[in-house]
């Protein structure tokens, strides 16, 4: 690699050392990382317990792809089918998804990139660590006790009257997540709005915090609803009672509807902060600000404003009234413009930029490509008529997996690499990073797109056998699941291996901006010795590249 | 080395039953495959055009070739630009996808009726003749068919991926979905909803056949009695008589012709009767009691199936006349005589024997 | 490893007058906000949007009590009038009564009178458990009566309603057997809705008791108000869903005609 | 009383504001001094509050049809609206306070008033 083609610029190997005093070896002990108020910690331990369930939801999801290689149900039997993809989507979306980007990314840099020492409620942090920790546990023991077979979306009055398995169980885990999701958001929202450092005005923040902050409202504001929901069907499954029992005089679609309230702004909440680490590595990587960062800033918020008004749209064919059916059609169209925005403004980024193409640029691209695709299937999905043949079938499933997977993940993977140095201080391996990153991208293709075709040929979601026309297709799928197994699992070991043997970082191995790369990196425990004063715009290339010219100079 | 024999198999038989999209078996798989195939197009444009633009910005604008950054604020014209052209096409394919949705969900007059009850995990078809089926649906080509559908216990879905329709069976509530097919052949019936452990048992197959070929079907699977007939036994058995006998005396109102007409309700609302409203009225009386009435009628909740609703509600169908219930006093059985005034409804031809 | 952007700490050239809000480390004083005045700002702030998942979480059961009002009036109206308006408007007068003794306590503390303090908190957790007492009452008269919803419901009740010995009449309109399997619904929303204010109500007065040491403590006297102001909050808040609750349950139809 | 400082965006004039606060936040507007309600104004409070209790229950036993859950949905509006203007201080808090409070409401309302669209404009039937 020639010396223009990367940007990375590393201390000298020979003499360089981690900061003696970080946020890392500023106290020993287990009980001190347990009890710890430090948002950078309590960022590690989101991020470990995330992995762990990461592969425990990867892991059934390669027990789902490998009970569909054959049109017989021959792996395993169809209740132990069900409970595979409901622990896999409930595993996913409530323990992976949701804090992926916000607890782990978002928890460690929020503060930093605001100028504030810490989030405002340090100890409602580490609550919400245990909380998400207790609801893991609680699904666990759903699963250990032998399984919850409800589908993610706990459709009534299936889930409340005719099924054995441990839905109790299994819906307070994602009661007790969701308050640890609304604590999250709570704790963002108040630090944006009240820590930030002299000079940060609103327009001074980068795009990563802005994207947070919607998604900070979609949390506080959605999750509760879906934790009222949780208790009515817990109440009417333990007493009989039929809130949502039509022969009771209930209403299985008022489940729908306050179900969807929360769910459908829910994949915005998963979606928007990985939007908010591609903003940052699109602008880095091509050295340049964020093409219209105003629009990007404020799309961020309209998506989280619209996406709470397009719920519906999950209930189509459900028998909600045409009428309604219009409006939230409408509606879903408008969501998907601010979606639209954002990928044209990235790719404007680029324009005129000075790019490199290191792993977190990778990804990136990955991302633009794959959630262009996710985003525009999902308009193949609110047009009404569409939505008819294509609902509850493997395009939803490929739809929504281009976006979480192809989308979220991929920004996931971009977040991760591009702060490593920052959260370690140490670098991964690049060009092992590099092949994680093609293999990934190439294993999600032949993974999902197979799915599109499937799913427009009619093979309805969910089934544990299907006829035997759709074997090739599913063949591919699973093929392709493998590959993006592997691109999964080499990131965690070289990650797992670069905490001893990488090289050292330095404190801004990108030139990038952001106040997080003008620290230490591992940070100190308080962030900032000072509070710092923000005098520049956000992706001020050229403030940097003063500033490092005025170093050189005090040095000299 | 070759291709693997099996993966050869596999290959052949996939490209030689469906390619890359079902087959078109219904008037309305072609307007379907029409919106598909736009949107497809739209979404391919759209995905190249940023491909492009991110393969031509990396290649002209990478460090090598551009080493100093060219710093840009923003075009407003741009912003609008992207913004109004995705918004426009996004507007097109909401009004194309809501007509659409209604040829989908909006049945045509004439459309025969059959009736399709969801139950853990099997679908049962009703056939205004009496002839029922279990996972399986006969019907002709070129003649609408109205499905009407409830579920006994869980959301289903009823959907027949190669007529591009689909519908939620819902418990508790009819709904109802129509298509007319056009080829003759068997095609898949799904289920789509998760609905439970055998979710993926839930299938079936429609038989499409031509008129005549379908009659001989009708014919051979005649179980004696049709719907009317069970309805009008079971209307009978359950003592809805005593009060809808259509005399001038009676406690309850009279039935005759009374569906598809507007009845006033004593809060002074006015509704229709169809199959809804008469399947409400007899599972929750007091919500629905007819203006000059007394809400004495018991409910009938739990006491009769929804294939047996269907029975009444089809018998009250075609009641035009109190002649029929008057016979219930007179003989306590029925099934000799079928219903004597027939109604227009297309489905007649099928019904007498 | 210093960053230059910090060229200059924003409150080094103060007066002398803020200089104790900055290095004399008050003892509630968190090290990572920048004064005791962002600290206050931050917890108020937070405390709203707390109160703010509140009102979504409660919007769920608001809505489907609109719903199957609409749907099924005549038995919520019926067993509305099962539950005792006396009790129900007695609550709520005690209900206001501990939310102006929070209201004075908050004021305590800001004036810093810590006796006037803790009686005033007090009194709050009195009215708030004599408010839990009658809640009780009434959830032990519906057990008695038959009115939980579940396996030992009884709708006698509103089919046959029992007969007032004065006038002779039944004391409400008998409602249809059908209808009356309705009130299930009703009485479900009714323990779904107060059980979980009163649920609030119990953690509210779990951490009146602690509030309450630490002011006896003189932990609030010295211009630290913090928690009392957003506990007051809080507990102002499952007032309000009270004020609500009170007429949608126990007044829906307090004028039968006969 | 209330003062809210007015929203400056330049740096050269935040630095030196010579103000306990952060004065950097300067989209923060509060930087208010603490009001405090005085024991009386509560006492006013308190006392309408009993009294509108009182109303309400007395108007249940009215018949007015229609309007009765109108007035006892208003009185308790209103109700809710004092207690958080007075109790809660809010009448006397930041904007951003107010907005929080707004936004509440606006999402509540939004919640019941989109669901409930659904459930009336089903019985319009299919067109």
């Known amino acids: 690699m020639s010396s223009t083609a990367t940007i990375v610029t590393l201390p000298d190997q020979a003499t360089a050392r981690l900061p003696k005093r970080n946020y890392l070896n500023n106290e020993d002990g287990l009980l001190s990382w347990l009890l710890t108020g430090d948002h950078k910690r309590i960022a590690m331990l989101y991020l470990i317990s995330i992995t762990f369930f990461f592969f425990i939801g990867g892991a059934f999801a390669g027990l789902i792809r490998l009970e569909l290689l054959t049109p017989q149900p021959d792996l395993v039997a169809a209740d132990t089918y069900n409970k595979f993809f409901t622990m896999h989507g409930i595993i996913m979306v409530f323990l992976f998804l949701v804090p992926s980007v916000p607890a782990t990314i978002g928890n460690f840099l929020m503060p930093i990139m605001v100028g504030a020492k810490d989030l405002a409620f340090p100890k409602i942090n580490l609550l919400s660590w245990y909380l998400y920790v207790l609801g893991g546990i609680l699904l666990m023991a759903a699963l250990v006790l032998g399984g919850v077979d409800t589908g993610w979306t706990f459709t009534t009055p299936l889930s409340t009257h005719y099924l054995n398995t441990h839905v109790i169980t299994a819906a307070l885990a994602i009661f007790v997540a969701g308050f640890s999701s609304i604590f999250t958001g709570l704790n963002f929202i108040v630090t944006i709005h009240r820590m930030r450092c002299p000079g940060m005005t609103w327009f001074r923040l980068p795009l990563f915090v802005w994207s947070n902050y919607a998604a900070s409202l979609l949390m506080v504001l959605g999750t509760p609803v879906l934790a009222i929901t949780l208790v009515l069907v817990l109440l009417e499954r333990v007493f009989g009672i039929g809130v949502f029992d039509p022969t009771k005089g209930g209403d299985p679609l008022l489940f729908q509807h306050l179900f969807w309230f929360y769910s459908h702004p829910a994949v915005y909440i998963m979606i928007l902060p990985g939007m908010g680490v591609i903003s940052e590595t699109i602008s880095t990587f091509s050295r340049k600000r964020v093409f219209g960062y105003t629009a990007v800033a404020f799309s961020s918020v309209a998506i989280a404003l619209f996406g709470f008004f397009v719920w519906a749209h999950h209930m189509f064919i459900m028998g909600i009234s045409n009428y309604s059916a219009l409006v939230f059609s409408l509606l879903t169209m408008l969501v998907a413009v601010p979606s639209a925005i954002k990928i044209f403004n990235w790719a404007f980024t680029l324009q005129k930029g000075s790019i490199t193409f290191e792993t977190p640029m990778l990804y990136s691209f990955g991302f633009m490509g794959l959630f262009t695709i996710g985003g525009v299937t999902g308009v193949f999905l609110g047009s009404l008529g569409m939505d008819i043949h294509l609902t509850e079938t493997y395009f939803i499933v490929a739809h929504f997996h281009f976006v979480m997977v192809g989308g979220m993940l991929m920004a996931f993977l971009a977040g991760i690499h591009f702060w490593w140095p920052k959260m370690t201080g140490r670098m991964y391996p690049e060009s092992l990073s590099k092949l994680a990153a093609v293999t990934t991208f190439i294993g999600f293709i032949l993974t999902f797109m197979p799915q599109f075709i499937l799913g427009y040929l009619g093979m309805p979601r969910r089934y544990h056998a299907y006829p035997p026309e759709y074997q090739v297709l599913n063949v591919l799928s699973t093929a392709g699941a493998t590959v993006l197994g592997v691109g999964y699992m080499l990131p965690l070991l070289y990650l797992g291996w670069s905490l001893k043997y990488g090289a050292i970082a330095g404190d801004n191995p990108w030139q990038a901006t952001g106040l997080e790369w003008q620290i230490q990196s591992p940070p100190l425990t308080e962030n900032f010795i000072e509070i710092p004063i923000m005098d520049h715009e956000a992706y001020d290339y050229e403030w940097l590249e003063q500033k490092q010219k005025n170093e050189v100079t005090t040095v000299g | ?353 | 490893m210093d960053n230059t952007v910090a060229t200059e700490h924003p409150h080094t050239h103060e007066t002398a007058v803020h200089v104790e809000h900055e290095h004399i480390a008050l003892p509630q004083h968190r090290h990572h906000f920048e004064t005791v005045e962002q600290q206050r700002e931050a917890g108020s702030f937070g405390m709203w949007l707390f109160l703010l998942t509140e009102i979504m979480f409660f919007g769920g059961l608001f809505f489907a009590y609109l719903l199957y009002r609409n749907w099924y009036y005549a038995a919520f109206a019926s067993a509305s009038e099962t539950l005792s308006i006396q009790i129900g408007t007695a609550n709520t007068a005690i209900l206001i009564t501990s939310g102006f003794f929070m209201a004075l306590a908050v004021w305590a503390a800001e004036v810093r009178k810590k006796k006037m303090l803790v009686w005033t908190l007090i009194l709050t957790t009195v009215f708030g458990v004599a408010f839990l007492g009658f809640k009780y009452d009434e959830y032990h008269a519906k057990w008695v009566e038959h009115h939980i919803p579940g396996a030992h419901f009884d709708i006698k009740d509103f089919v046959n309603p029992p007969i007032n010995p004065q006038t002779h009449k039944p004391i409400e309109d008998p409602i249809s057997p059908d209808m009356a399997q309705r009130t299930q619904i009703f009485f479900f929303l009714y323990f779904a809705m107060t059980g979980m204010h009163a649920l609030h109500m119990i953690i509210g007065v779990g951490l009146l008791f602690w509030l309450i040491r630490r002011a006896a403590r003189g932990d609030f006297s010295a211009g630290y108000v913090a928690p009392i102001e957003n506990f007051g909050l809080y507990w102002h808040f499952v007032d309000i869903i009270w004020l609500f609750l009170y007429p949608l349950l126990y007044l829906i139809n307090r004028h039968p005609m006969h | ?127």
């Open chain 4, 1 to 127: 009383m209330t003062r809210t400082t007015p929203k400056e965006d330049s740096m050269a004039e935040t630095v030196h504001h010579t103000e306990a606060q952060d004065p950097t936040n300067v989209t923060n507007p509060e930087h208010t001094s603490h009001h405090i309600v005085t024991p009386a104004q509560y006492g006013l409070v308190f006392g309408t509050l009993l009294i509108l209790t009182g109303v309400t229950a007395a108007v249940a036993f009215i018949p007015l049809g229609w309007a009765n859950p109108v007035v006892a949905l208003f009185i308790a509006c209103f109700k809710a609206c004092i207690v958080v203007l007075f109790f809660m201080h809010a009448k006397y808090q930041s904007r951003l306070i107010k907005m929080t409070i707004g936004s509440g409401i606006f999402m509540f309302l939004s919640l019941i008033v989109m669901t409930l669209s659904d459930y009336i404009s089903r019985s319009w039937g299919l067109w």
């Open chain 2, 1 to 353: 080395m070759g291709i693997s024999p099996v993966l050869w198999q596999f290959l052949v038989k996939w490209l030689h039953s469906s390619a890359l999209f079902p087959v078109e078996a219904s008037t309305i798989a072609p307007y379907t495959d029409a919106l598909y195939f736009f949107l497809v197009s739209v979404s391919l444009v759209g995905l190249i055009f940023v491909t492009l633009l991110i393969f031509y910005f990396s290649v002209r604008y990478r460090r090598d070739k551009h080493p100093v950054a060219v710093q840009v604020e923003g075009s407003t014209i741009l912003e609008a630009t992207w913004t109004i052209i995705p918004l426009a096409i996004f507007l097109v394919v909401f009004v194309w996808g809501g007509l659409l949705y209604f040829r989908i969900y909006d049945p045509p007059p004439n459309a025969m009726n059959i009736y399709v009850v969801g139950k853990q995990w099997m679908w049962k078809a009703e056939h205004p003749g009496g002839q029922h089926e279990i996972n399986a649906l006969h019907i002709p080509v070129g003649q609408p068919v109205q499905l009407t559908m409830i579920s006994q216990d869980v959301f289903h879905s009823f959907s027949i991926p190669d007529f591009r329709v689909k519908r939620e069976v819902i418990p508790g509530r009819y709904s109802t979905v129509w298509f007319q097919a056009t080829d003759p052949g068997t095609y898949h019936i799904f289920c789509t909803q998760y609905c439970g452990t055998l979710h993926s048992g839930m299938i079936g197959e429609v038989t499409a056949m031509t008129p005549a070929d379908y009659k001989k079907w009708l014919d051979q699977s005649n179980s004696g009695m049709s719907l009317a007939q069970n309805g009008e036994r079971l209307f009978a058995s359950m003592g809805c008589n005593a009060c809808h006998s259509g005399n001038a005396a009676a406690r309850g109102p009279n039935l005759a012709g009374v569906y598809g007409s507007k009845v006033t309700l004593t809060d002074g609302s006015q509704v229709l009767v169809n199959d809804a409203y008469l399947r409400d009225a007899i599972l929750n009386p007091s919500q629905h009691v007819t203006a000059g009435y007394a809400p004495i009628m018991p409910t009938y909740q739990g006491q009769i199936s929804e294939d047996g609703l269907i029975d009444i509600v089809e018998f009250i169908k075609q009641l035009q006349s109190n002649y029929r219930i008057q016979q219930t006093f007179v003989t306590a059985d029925s099934n000799q005589a079928s219903p004597t005034t027939p109604s227009v409804g297309s489905n007649q031809d099928s019904v007498k024997p």
